[in-house]
């Protein structure tokens, strides 16, 4: 396919989000029809970061490999400009996810927000450092099937057994995986960003303002992340010692 040629046809989108919206109501009303109604939010939330989540990774890796002068500077290309409006659509969809049914979800509303703006500004703003954003995307969503696979194990688990043993099959893996995400790449390669753009040789693409917003909001988002995974770390420590203690008792 000639990517050049989507420059020249209307933007992906709204086509991209209305997928996700058809998307989210049918996993709502059909798919987890028979859920609780307290969970079937949550779940319709995993059906649509399961169609964003991995596609993205694969998306991303093809539009930085197709790209022969990426840098972090690098102009976006049509490609990536593509992948990145897939994610945009995707993170929009969510985020009225969350504030129809959890507005007081004030953590996850602002994750959004400031995922939101980091690819709206590169995207539509200044055009450039495409590489930075997607290989950050890469990090972020290649956990995106096991994370989702979990939570919705999670979910069930009180209720179903085979949930219960699917979530305590996957928890270490998992745990393992996301620490390694996003507790050491994650922080190198914001470290390699960091080093690049002080260094002042994008400033004439980038902005200040917008590499330094971009730093802050990814700094934060993995300090974030790596709270919430050593938080599930202590409590599967706790849950298997107290198993290991009624059985000695």
Not at 24 to 48: G, K, N, V
Not at 139 to 153: K, M, R
Not at 174 to 193: I, K, N, T
């Amino acid at each position: 396919m000639d990517f050049e040629a989507l420059k020249f046809l209307p933007g992906p989108l709204p086509l991209f989000f209305a997928g996700y919206l058809i998307l989210y109501l049918i996993a709502y009303f059909i798919i987890f029809r028979s859920w609780a109604p307290r969970l079937r939010p949550e779940a319709s939330s995993c059906a649509i970061s399961l169609a964003h989540g991995t596609p993205a990774v694969f998306l991303a890796f093809r539009a930085i490999l197709s790209d022969p002068a990426r840098d972090f500077h690098s102009q976006n290309t049509p490609f990536q400009s593509l992948v990145l409006d897939y994610s945009i659509a995707y993170f929009l969809m969510d985020l009225v996810h969350y504030l129809i049914f959890y507005p007081t979800d004030v953590l996850f509303i602002g994750h959004h927000l400031a995922t939101l703006f980091v690819f709206l500004t590169c995207r539509y703003v200044v055009y450039h450092g495409a590489f930075a954003i997607l290989v950050l995307l890469i990090l972020a969503e290649v956990t995106s099937l096991c994370q989702n696979v979990w939570t919705l194990a999670s979910a069930r688990r009180s209720d179903l057994k085979f949930a219960a043993k699917l979530y305590d099959f996957l928890s270490p893996p998992f745990y393992a995986l996301y620490s390694v995400v996003r507790g050491l790449l994650g922080p190198y390669f914001v470290y390699r960003m960091l080093v690049f753009y002080s260094s002042g040789a994008a400033d004439s693409v980038i902005p200040k303002w917008v590499w330094i917003s971009w730093v802050f909001v990814v700094f934060t988002a993995i300090s974030v992340s790596i709270l919430w995974i050593s938080n599930l770390w202590i409590q599967m420590y706790r849950e298997r010692m107290k198993k290991v203690e009624k059985k000695v008792s």
